[in-house]
């Protein structure tokens, strides 16, 4: 076979595990219900559907009775767009098979970063359990996993940065960070990316300084190119100063490293925090505060888990790789053992870059575009009835228009997207819209704590919509309320009569 045929027609070892994480999603992990196990994947949808049919982005907030019409900040309202377009072609099972295929880009490109690390053949191939198992614990329809796809080819860029300013490069900068900017609020990492890199080649007079310190200006002015300004970055700054707030927020809180499943969470860190310090010893010091950073934020917050295993563990992994190499003072054997395995890696490598199966690229999301749409799955894609009042949505939606229903965030969130945001709810996940106060008023009410009842007054609700078997399950029905429609999931009660 001609090296052109190989090239397109033999897949390389970043395809056949991108093609892997797709099949471990949809079949192992259960993602056509699991990616929508937040119901915040509801309300995006909505919002998004409510863009395009408006042509218009939000600029206060149309879905809530308890906080309604205040100014609110629809910073991912492009990626909710994308959404919608994909739920208003097939349901939610067109916004499964769109974040499939996103999932499957995240793989192929995570890859990219790994063999420009320098990182071995088969420890580069095993380490994916690592990345797919510290991933997967974020795996949910929401925009973040597009700013995924953003950071990898962030950093793979300020890795490969030329020597010379190049005007397209600009263009390019610029596009990707407009385009970030109104899809995730993680855009302000390419920016930081790219001004940590311009500094470390600044301070080895690596000229490749200069593109970069370009690059990290550019994708921060062209981050204000949003519909709301300089003012989503204020925003998105407060939210994330406010302590009182993110504490009560449970993908912000550490990790619980005790829990079953958690070793490739806990071998990650290891091999992370072996990079951090060869790195240094390299010399490379603008990856070495990059993992630094992401190690701390993992450490910090679940959410940084993610980050962690798809920029650090790489970066780490080709530092580890070389630390191996270039050791001296083994014995013998054990030395010759480790040449052996270094030249059949770097074998298997040379054979990798000259394939790549580009013509077979396409046929991997046609063939999971087609096994969505079979019998093979008795459940269909979206919001689980297990997890969400699904059965029991029929009567709330019989209820008066101007019914005040409490709801938990997560029931919340779901309502706006069975109801087309039509029936307003009291509080669902946009947290940083509600805000510290009312996040600290709403959590005594869910466990009956201390001073409950006064903030269950307050709000003079008609109706509840409270989970099976929680503590105001209990409660409400010993303060006069009547239980009118229960379903696996919730229990709905009315107000009795005073």
Known sequence: MSPTLRRWLVPDIALILSVVTMAYCLFS??????????ADSGWHIRNGERVLATGAVPFTEPYSWSKPGEAWFAWEWLADCVMAQAHLWDGPRGVFFLYLVVLGIVTWLWF???????????????STWMMLNTTNIHWLARPHLFGWVFLLLVVLAAERAPQRVNWAHILLVAIGGALWANIHASFFLGAGIFLLYAADRWLHSDLSWKPLAAWGTTAFLASLVNPYGWHVHEHIFHYL??????????????????????????????????????????????????????FVGALRSARGLPLLALVALPIALGAICRALESSAGLPAKLAKFRDDFVAYNRNLTKLDVSIGGWALAPLAPALFLFLIHTPLFSKPAGFSEETFPVLIAAQIEKLPADARIY???????????????????????????????????????????????????????????VPVGSALADRLPLKGWREIGKDQTAILFEKGPQ
């Open 29 to 38: 992990f259960n993602g056509m219900q699991l990616l929508f196990r937040d």
């Open 112 to 126: 990219q970063l790994v063999w420009m690390q320098g990182t071995w053949f088969l420890v580069g191939a095993v």
């Open 241 to 294: 100063r406010d302590k009182e707030l993110i504490s009560r927020i449970g993908e912000f809180q550490t990790f619980n490293f005790h829990l079953d499943g958690a070793e490739p969470l806990v071998v990650t860190l290891v091999v992370v925090a072996a990079g951090i310090t060869l790195n240094l010893l390299e010399g490379r010091v603008a990856r070495s505060i990059l993992c630094l950073v992401l």
């Open 407 to 465: 709801s938990n965030d997560s029931f919340g969130g779901y309502m706006i997207y069975r109801f087309a945001g039509q029936r307003k709810v009291f509080f669902d996940g946009r947290s940083d819209y509600y805000g510290s106060a009312f996040m600290k008023d709403y959590l005594v009410i869910p466990e009956v704590k201390s001073g409950w009842e006064k903030q269950w007054n307050r709000w003079n609700f008609t109706h509840a919509l």
